[in-house]
């Protein structure tokens, strides 16, 4: 079965940076579609980002201009620049990937992003 697992979450000052990684085993194959997830205490999770295995990307209109999420030379990894952190950025980040645009999804445990003075 495919895992992933993420890492690079912390606690950061408003306007501050962190580079979130993801990478996924467990896969024989390149994963098609890539991307990271958050979900906020009380809220639903939502879109972040994607990326696709030949490098287009999609941005949710808040991390839009300040995130870059790109793919690693390793196979089935994945990172999330953002920068210009807000408090409304805290939030549980989850990695995803797909073998195709119908699934399934395959999620990793979450890592803890907290933006706060």
């Known amino acids: 079965q495919v895992q992933l697992v993420e890492s690079g979450g912390g606690l950061v000052q408003p306007g501050g940076s962190l580079r979130l990684s993801c990478v996924a085993s467990?896969?024989?194959?390149?994963?098609?579609?890539m991307g990271w997830y958050r979900q906020a205490p009380g809220k639903q999770r939502e879109l972040v980002a994607t990326?696709?295995?030949?490098?287009?990307?999609n941005y949710a209109d808040p991390v839009k201009g300040r995130s870059t999420i790109s793919r690693g030379n390793a196979k089935n990894t994945v990172y999330l620049q953002i920068n210009s952190l807000k408090p409304e950025d805290t939030a549980v980040y989850y990695c995803?990937?797909?073998?195709?645009?119908?699934?399934?999804?395959?999620w990793g445990q979450g890592t803890q992003v907290t933006v706060s003075s």
């Open positions: 990326i696709t295995i030949g490098g287009r990307t």
């Open positions: 995803n990937g797909r073998f195709s645009a119908v699934g399934p999804d395959y």
């Open positions: 467990g896969s024989t194959r390149s994963i098609a579609i």
